[in-house]
């Protein structure tokens, strides 16, 4: 390298080893428990500094119906990506057992930043900003979920876009559904847009900046598969992000990841990932290769903490510093000393597209995002889902693969009867809001 280049490389791991030697006081690299907000919260501080100078990140990753917090703290694969890309992990569990089966309550339109579990989301969110232990920087706040805590992401992140800065949305209903309307898609792009900037109000403008993960599982018998497309139309109409193109989903990290996706970005770069895994249940997708699916926790296929903190952090249009952190020669949050999986490539990302960062505009060129195919220049690909569609209905004939929430640990085929006690769930928390709404 010359010399001035090997001068930006040197300034660059100064900056880390400063951030590194200022890191939060707080028991970092491990697993820790609070009690927040009504809330019990398992929460990893990373020992790597956050990815820009400002401080670290804020992921908080809600759980599906039936499922526990602590799955994801086991099995998510939540802390490779956290030390990797400086992010604190925030798991917490539905209060007071959730609206029915452990549900995150989503349902509807009526929600409000003080309401129902979306105010409990947004007190823990501040309660772990205000914690200057954890040096978190408010502009790298982020928000996810499985299931109807997808939907309850997807309902934060139109209520705040202020506040989360990205949204992943794993298996979720789009905003504005009810219990009942999991297995078909029952609303429309415009409609759900309207919510969605309703929700936002006069922080609409927020939106500008905001980024979105979607990924589901072409198994998942539970939540519509049309869902996933149709939440990515509805943030790309609301981004104004126009321009489609094709993903290489094997290029991403995981434990032998297949599946389809697509890509939607603005005149300024990528703004929304949508993913599709070959063979996945209704599941969390945690692609670390140790099992089968266990939990609602899919260990085969993509690893989504990866490749969404990569794409979160890498294409961040809020997060402030002179240097970006691939400008600088190291990759986001890892200390000089330990260097990624693949030195010079984020993952996701093809080997032969290596990133060029702007400093002033800390996020990937908008011709080589994560995970992107450097040839792929399609529209979308040919197998995508239909916003219109219910891809992942049911069919009266029985089911392939796949998983019912509630229904525990299984790899085997999802059948009609299992299918029906979810159903029924779902439809008895219906009548239980309307039997509350009569009165």
Not at 36 to 42: I, K, L
Not at 117 to 126: E, I
Not at 309 to 331: C, E, H, I, Y
Request: aromatic content about 6%; proline content about 5%.
């Amino acid at each position: 390298m010359t010399a001035p280049v090997l001068a930006h490389v040197a300034r660059g791991l100064l900056t880390c080893t400063i951030l590194c030697a200022a890191a939060s006081t707080a028991e970092a690299g491990s697993w820790s428990q609070r009690t927040v907000a009504g809330m019990t919260v398992q929460l990893y501080v990373p020992d790597s500094a956050g990815s820009y100078p400002a401080g670290r990140g804020l992921m908080v990753g809600l759980h599906g119906c039936t499922q526990q917090a602590t799955a994801l703290r086991d099995r998510g694969n939540w802390t490779a990506a956290a030390e990797s890309y400086g992010v604190v992990i925030a798991l917490p569990q539905v209060p007071n057992g959730g609206v029915i089966a452990g549900c995150w309550d989503y349902y509807g339109t009526n929600h409000t930043r003080s309401s129902r579990h979306d105010g409990n989301v947004l007190q823990l969110v501040s309660s772990l900003l205000g914690d200057g232990t954890l040096r978190i920087d408010a502009a790298q706040v982020y928000v996810s979920g499985l299931s109807s805590g997808g939907g309850e992401a997807m309902v934060l992140g139109c209520l705040a876009p202020d506040v989360f800065s990205g949204v992943g949305i794993n298996a979720g209903p789009t905003v504005g559904t009810a219990s009942s309307e999991i297995a078909r898609v029952s609303t429309t792009q415009a409609a759900a847009v309207a919510a969605c900037r309703r929700l936002a109000g006069a922080q609409s403008g927020a939106f500008d900046t905001q980024l979105v993960s979607i990924i589901y599982g072409t198994q998942d018998f539970v939540v519509a598969q049309g869902y996933g497309q149709l939440n990515a139309e509805v943030f790309a109409e609301l981004y104004g992000a126009r321009t489609q193109s094709t993903l290489d989903v094997a290029q991403m990290p995981g434990f032998m990841p297949r599946g389809m996706a697509a890509a939607w970005a603005d005149g300024e770069g990528e703004r929304v990932q949508r993913i599709i895994v070959d063979g996945m249940g209704h599941a969390f997708p945690s692609g670390s290769g140790d099992s089968f699916e266990m939990s609602f926790v899919a260990a085969r296929g993509v690893a989504w903490p990866a490749q969404m903190l990569a794409q979160f952090t890498l294409n961040s249009r809020r997060a402030q510093g002179a240097v970006s952190p691939m400008d600088a020669g190291v990759s986001p949050g890892v200390d000089a000393g330990t260097p990624p999986r693949d030195a010079g490539t984020p993952p996701g990302r093809d080997a032969g597209t290596p990133p060029r960062m702007d400093a002033a505009t800390p996020r990937t060129d908008a011709g080589t995002v994560p995970g992107r195919d450097a040839a792929s220049t399609s529209d979308d690909d040919a197998g995508s889902s239909s916003s219109s569609d219910d891809a992942g209905g049911t069919d009266a004939g029985g089911m392939t693969a796949g998983k019912v929430e509630g229904s525990g640990c299984s790899t085997h085929p999802v059948g009609l009867l299992d299918l029906a006690v979810a159903l029924g769930l779902f439809a008895a928390l219906g009548r239980r809001r309307s039997r509350r709404a009569a009165r």
